[in-house]
């Protein structure tokens, strides 16, 4: 995510708005990085140097909602429906714009949150002696041979596993749509069952396609979602 602080020297509301920024930024647990550019340097790029001071832009979008660079000049935000305006754009306007931003690459995370959970249990346990020793060479020479150990084996499946829950649950409190988080708890009890308390290996495969048709699933989800926002917030910017 590419953010940045443009403003002019003696501008009296940088401040203010590196304050919103920096809150916003802390708020959505991202890391307090941005560039600060003056825009009336002779080296600062043509596009940036038309802009107002301050601006905030998020992936080249101003948090403020305007479409077109605003011209050399202060800027003024509107902060409700009153029309109050300030001079400097608000933490709530930042936060908003980086959930605009943030919803894409989130949604891919939480999305490839269950794949861990449906490779592990294809991983062999001690008493595969056929497979045994190419998947140790393999894990071995990655640094990972202690996971054939089933004692690790089966609480990484189980933490995974929450994790793909958990990450499922939080999706369908977003999407108010439940399916993907069905498919993913009944996908988990089948590999805790066919992986960690019976044997049974067509009911573990069986989770693991449920939690890979999950995420598929969250992903349209996240699509989805992601489609419905931009006409709300293209409206909100020529409001």
């Avoid at 890391?31 to 003056?38: G, H």
């Avoid at 202060?74 to 109050?84: A, F, G, T, V």
């Avoid at 439940?178 to 996908?187: M, T």
């Amino acid at each position: 995510m590419k953010v940045q602080l443009l403003y002019f020297p003696g501008c009296p509301n940088v401040d203010a708005a590196r304050g919103a920024l920096t809150r916003a930024l802390h708020a959505a647990g991202l890391l307090l990085q941005f560039d600060e550019i003056d825009v009336s340097a002779q080296d600062t790029p043509a596009p940036l140097r038309v802009w107002g001071s301050p601006t905030i832009l998020i992936d080249g979008v101003d948090v403020g909602g305007a479409t077109e660079p605003t011209g050399l000049t202060c800027r003024l935000y509107s902060r409700d429906c009153c029309s109050s305006s300030a001079g400097a754009p608000t933490e709530a306007m930042v936060r908003k714009a980086l959930e605009h931003a943030c919803p894409a690459r989130r949604g891919w995370l939480r999305a490839l949150a269950a794949l861990p959970a449906a490779v592990l249990p294809l991983l062999p346990s001690v008493t595969c002696p056929l497979c045994l020793p190419a998947y140790a060479a393999v894990l071995s020479s990655l640094g990972l041979g202690f996971v054939l150990n089933n004692r690790v084996q089966r609480p990484l499946i189980l933490l995974f596993l929450a994790v793909a829950v958990v990450s499922a649950a939080w999706s369908a409190r977003r999407s108010r749509v439940h399916g993907a988080l069905v498919v993913v708890v009944l996908a988990s009890v089948a590999v805790i069952i066919g992986r960690i308390i019976w044997n049974i290996p067509w009911l573990m495969f069986a989770g693991i396609l449920g939690l890979v048709a999950g995420s598929v699933w969250h992903l349209a989800l996240s699509s989805r979602l992601r489609r419905l926002s931009q006409p709300r917030a293209q409206a909100a910017g020529r409001l």
